[in-house]
């Protein structure tokens, strides 16, 4: 089973609200390159653990 960033649930991540970029983009990490925000793919996530992770449940789901 592959290792996937919990980033839905983190308090840094904000989700994708346009319809266009919803269908790649799951939503954007405020933290990962501070000051710039990183869209996060729906297919792939972000690589490993970010480091950044706050919020409830697991860092990474497996």
Do not use: R
């Amino acid at each position: 089973m592959a290792t996937i960033p919990n980033c839905a649930k983190c308090n840094n991540f904000v989700p994708a609200t346009d319809p266009h970029i919803s269908k790649v983009y799951s939503g954007q990490c405020t933290k990962l390159e501070w000051p710039y925000n990183i869209n996060i793919p729906k297919v792939d996530g972000i690589e490993g653990e970010c480091g950044y992770y706050e919020g409830s449940g697991p860092a990474i789901l497996k």
